[in-house]
């Protein structure tokens, strides 16, 4: 995957995704906020997920954010879909990466277990295995045109400053 920005546990405990629910959006998102506990589970316009380290970047920096307090969002769930977005602004970071339809999204959770108790409202998923077309057209979409994972990163921690 080009850099390797998180250790080997997350990068196998984490559960990336390619879903659709038969529920409708707002259900989607409410049902997923009644999951509890600590842990982060979020979802993704498919077309704005450059690749796997788009995604695990987020999730770490919003953990981080979170750890340092200086996180903008109340929920580390919505601080990954600000990093993700690149952006500060809640309402700008769901209308670039936020989820648009049921019928395919990026699902994220941090964990197999928390992963485990939304699986029930899924109806399909696959694994999150971008192609190199698609990485390339959804990096254009945040004007990254090469270097991607460094790319990635770098405009990531660029929208805090």
């Known amino acids: ?7 080997e546990r997350l990068s196998k405990q984490a559960v990336i995704k390619i879903a659709s629910s038969a529920l409708g959006v707002q259900e989607l998102l409410d049902r997923l906020n009644r999951i509890g506990d600590d842990s982060v589970v979020q979802v993704f316009d498919t077309d704005f997920i450059i690749n796997k380290t788009h995604l695990l970047g987020a999730y770490l920096n919003a ?22 977005a690149m952006t500060t602004q809640i309402e700008d970071a769901i209308k670039i990466v936020g989820i648009k339809s049921p019928l395919g ?35 254009s979409r945040f004007g990254i045109l090469e270097d991607y ?5 770098s405009k990531m921690a660029l929208s805090r400053l």
């Not at 954010?65 to 990954?80: D, G, P, W």
């Not at 994972?149 to 990163?153: C, E, T, V, Y």
């Open 105 to 139: 999204f990026v699902l994220f959770a941090d964990k197999p277990e928390s992963y485990e108790k939304i699986r029930k409202f899924l109806t399909k998923e696959h694994d999150f295995l971008p192609t190199r077309k698609h990485i390339k057209d959804a990096a």
């Open 1 to 7: 995957m080009g850099l390797n920005i998180y250790d």
């Open 149 to 153: 994972d460094k790319n990635i990163l």
């Open 63 to 84: 953990v981080m954010a979170f750890k340092e307090r200086r996180n903008i969002a109340k929920s580390a769930s919505m601080e990954m879909l600000l990093f993700a």
